[in-house]
C-alpha cells in the first residue's frame, strides 16, 4: 500500500513556474514507477509525465515536452515535477501516481495509487 500526497499548486502567471511535489509513504518507494497525470474541468484525466524506479529514464506528453521536468529522489521518497513557461490551458487538478512497476506507463489505468491532487491555475 501506498500512499501520497502532492503539494505545491497555486496560482501563477502565464510564462511563471511552479514546482509539484509528491510525498509518498512505505519503504518501498524505489521499487514503484511515478507518474503526473492533470484533469482541466470538464475533461478527461490525462498523463503528463513518468519517471522509472530509478528516475533515470522519463517519459513526457508532447504537450509539456521541453517546458516540464519529472524527477524523483528516493532517499526522500518524493517525486517532483517542475514546470516552467506555464500556459494558461495547464490549469488542471494534478494528481501524482505510484505504478507497481519499474517502469512507467502514459494509461491511467496503469497506475495502483492516487494522491488527492492539487490545484494549479495559470492566468493569462
Known amino acids: 500500500q501506498v500512499q501520497l500526497v502532492e503539494s505545491g499548486g497555486g496560482l501563477v502567471q502565464a510564462g511563471g513556474s511552479l514546482r509539484l511535489s509528491c510525498a509518498a509513504s512505505?519503504?518501498?518507494?524505489?521499487?514503484?514507477?511515478m507518474g503526473w497525470f492533470r484533469q482541466a474541468p470538464g475533461k478527461e484525466r490525462e498523463f503528463v509525465a513518468h519517471?522509472?524506479?530509478?528516475?533515470?529514464?522519463?517519459y513526457y506528453a508532447d504537450s509539456v515536452k521541453g517546458r516540464f521536468t519529472i524527477s524523483r529522489d528516493n532517499a526522500k521518497n518524493t517525486v517532483y515535477l517542475q514546470m516552467n513557461s506555464l500556459k494558461p490551458e495547464d490549469t488542471a487538478v494534478y494528481y501524482c501516481?505510484?505504478?507497481?512497476?519499474?517502469?512507467?506507463?502514459?494509461?491511467?489505468?496503469?497506475?495502483?495509487?492516487w494522491g488527492q491532487g492539487t490545484q494549479v491555475t495559470v492566468s493569462s
Open positions: 519517471i522509472n524506479w530509478s528516475g533515470g529514464s522519463s
Open positions: 512505505g519503504r518501498t518507494f524505489r521499487r514503484y514507477a
Open positions: 501516481a505510484a505504478r507497481n512497476d519499474l517502469s512507467g506507463s502514459v494509461y491511467t489505468h496503469g497506475y495502483a495509487y
